[in-house]
Antibody, heavy 120, light 113 residues
Framework: QVRLQESGPRLVKPSETLSLTCTVS????????WTWVRQSPGKGLEWVGYTYYSGNTDYNPSLKSRVTITEDASKHQFSMNLDSVTAADTAVYYC??????????????WGQGIPVIVSS | DIVMTQSPLSLPVSLGEPASISCRCSQSLLYSNGYNYLDWYLQRPGQPPQLLIY???KRAPGVPDRFSGSGSGTDFTLKISRVEAEDVGVYYCMQAQQTPPYTFGQGTKLEIK
């Protein structure tokens, strides 16, 4: 069974870098699109970006200058760094396994989410 | 970016009654292959989103057949034939075309009346 688990700090100071890791059990393969999605308090879902095919990446243009997603297949993990955070980056961050093909892009497996607060 | 607009934003429904949610997209999601690249997700309270529908009308594995998706191009609808208590949560549409960025609708909160 596929499971994803986010880990990382739950409190980050403004202007610092937020670093989160997603550990995957039950199948880590380069054929999938390893995805980060966030949800600000009381707001909807925002696609952050993904890594695929052993190092390729795509990011949300609204975050592109600040976000980096990497993977470590040997550890069955992928990670997200978000630089120069502000209070607007306070959110629950989800990692998910994406499929992208003739069926389009869809996210069947998700982590439970990790709440992150940006505050001094 | 493609803008997704859902309505209504709040949907009180009695148990056993039908429910319908609309999703309108700023660009057509209909591709030349005949597929509409539109997903529907349900986020139950305290849970991550769950894929319900992909390609506009195909139910994801394990999704009850009371859920159905329809529509084409820029206008889509999610219908629940008979609402059950476990259907409470926020429903999101998401444009699922093969190139990012992927964008979600604002969400429709379904509650039991």
């Amino acid at each position: 069974q596929v499971r994803l688990q986010e880990s990382g700090p739950r409190l980050v100071k403004p202007s610092e870098t937020l670093s989160l890791t997603c550990t995957v059990s039950g199948g880590f393969s380069e054929i999938y699109y390893w995805t980060w999605v966030r949800q600000s308090p009381g707001k909807g879902l925002e696609w952050v970006g993904y890594t695929y095919y052993s190092g390729n990446t795509d990011y949300n243009p609204s975050l592109k200058s600040r976000v980096t997603i990497t993977e470590d297949a040997s550890k069955h993990q992928f990670s997200m760094n978000l630089d120069s955070v502000t209070a607007a980056d306070t959110a629950v961050y989800y990692c998910a396994r994406g499929n992208l093909g003739l069926d389009g892009y869809n996210l069947i497996y998700w982590g439970q989410g990790i709440p992150v607060i940006v505050s001094s | 970016d493609i803008v997704m607009t859902q309505s209504p934003l709040s949907l009180p429904v009695s148990l056993g009654e039908p429910a319908s949610i609309s999703c309108r997209c700023s660009q057509s999601l209909l591709y030349s292959n005949g597929y509409n690249y539109l997903d529907w997700y349900l986020q139950r309270p305290g849970q991550p989103p769950q894929l319900l529908i992909y390609l506009g009308s195909k139910r994801a594995p394990g999704v009850p057949d009371r859920f159905s998706g329809s529509g084409s191009g820029t206008d889509f609808t999610l219908k629940i034939s008979r609402v059950e208590a476990e259907d409470v949560g926020v429903y999101y549409c998401m444009q699922a075309q093969q190139t990012p960025p992927y964008t979600f609708g604002q969400g429709t909160k379904l509650e039991i009346k």
